[in-house]
Nanobody, 125 residues
Framework: VQLQASGGGLVQPGGSLRLSCAAS????????VGWFRQVSGQERRLVAV????????YYPDSVKGRFTISRDNAKDIVYLEMNSLEPEDTAVYYC???????????????????WGQGTQVTVSS
């Protein structure tokens, strides 16, 4: 499976962006798909995950209420809608997919076998 992330860009504080993660082959319901972000010099951190087996989304408190993850199963695309963006949301955003959770669960990068290339999101006036 290859993942292609897109949709990043420059946005003003308070603005919105929608990121897309397109899969090269079918992502069955046994796969969970997450979005992470990484600031230079820091660890990659989970911002949203669409859990497998139709168990729905999960968000860390840091983005809850502002970010929405959704999945178009027909097109094998996972979206991340980001609203009320803040300068602190500036990062490279990655999508990733996996099927077997390890210690750390959805938060652990090692729970994900497939990664997209990353897309830059910059929130600045």
């Amino acid at each position: 499976v290859q993942l292609q992330a897109s949709g990043g860009g420059l946005v003003q504080p308070g603005g919105s962006l929608r990121l897309s993660c397109a899969a090269s082959s079918r992502l069955t319901s046994r796969y969970y798909v997450g979005w992470f972000r990484q600031v230079s010099g820091q660890e990659r951190r989970l911002v949203a995950v669409m859990r497998s087996m139709d168990r729905g989304p999960y968000y860390p408190d840091s983005v809850k209420g502002r970010f929405t993850i959704s999945r178009d199963n027909a097109k094998d695309i996972v979206y991340l809608e980001m609203n009320s963006l803040e300068p602190e949301d500036t990062a490279v955003y990655y999508c990733a997919a996996g099927s077997r959770l390890v210690s750390g669960g959805y938060y652990s990068v090692t729970s994900y076998n497939y990664w997209g290339q990353g897309t830059q999101v910059t929130v600045s006036s």
